[in-house]
């Protein structure tokens, strides 16, 4: 599912899209109706989350909200008080909305202009991500 979006549709090299934190990170998957995975990310040890994608059909439909409040209550949970993403540059709207604020200026990830941002879990606790 990660391959389609971000090496078929993004560009992505598939060498930078798998890297050695996989093994070592939680994974949250969403799967629809037929058993097939339409959303995912991950969370880093060290509360960083990332390869969240959607699918092009299910994007807008709750799915990525839904998938960065499970990885926010898993970062809660492991006694996390914060946590960092590199947005998409054209993606910072939606975390805003979720609480998430950018803390740093843009750089380049494959090719792909980011926003460094972070969402405080302690916020989380008064303003869930939805």
Same mark, same amino acid.
């Given at each position: 599912m990660r391959t389609e979006v971000f090496v078929h549709e993004q560009g992505v090299p598939l060498e930078l899209?798998?890297?050695?934190?996989?093994p070592h990170s939680d994974h949250v998957m969403a799967v629809n109706r037929a058993g097939e995975i339409v959303g995912t990310a991950r969370l880093l040890r060290d509360g960083h989350i990332g390869r969240m994608a959607v699918l092009r059909p299910w994007r807008g439909c709750g799915i990525g909200s839904a998938t960065l409040q499970r990885l926010?209550?898993?970062?809660?949970? %492991? @006694?996390?008080?914060?946590? /960092?993403?590199?947005?998409?540059?054209?993606?910072?709207?939606?975390?805003?909305?979720l609480?998430?604020?950018? %803390? @740093?200026?843009?750089?380049? /990830?494959?090719?792909?202009?980011?926003?460094?941002?972070?969402?405080?879990?302690?916020?989380?606790a008064s303003k869930p991500v939805s």
């Amino acid at each position: 599912m990660r391959t389609e979006v971000f090496v078929h549709e993004q560009g992505v090299p598939l060498e930078l899209e798998r890297d050695e934190e996989d093994p070592h990170s939680d994974h949250v998957m969403a799967v629809n109706r037929a058993g097939e995975i339409v959303g995912t990310a991950r969370l880093l040890r060290d509360g960083h989350i990332g390869r969240m994608a959607v699918l092009r059909p299910w994007r807008g439909c709750g799915i990525g909200s839904a998938t960065l409040q499970r990885l926010v209550d898993r970062a809660r949970q %492991i @006694g996390l008080s914060q946590v /960092d993403l590199n947005a998409q540059s054209y993606a910072v709207p939606f975390y805003e909305r979720l609480g998430f604020v950018v %803390i @740093g200026e843009t750089f380049m /990830d494959a090719g792909i202009p980011h926003r460094p941002m972070r969402h405080r879990i302690q916020d989380a606790a008064s303003k869930p991500v939805s």
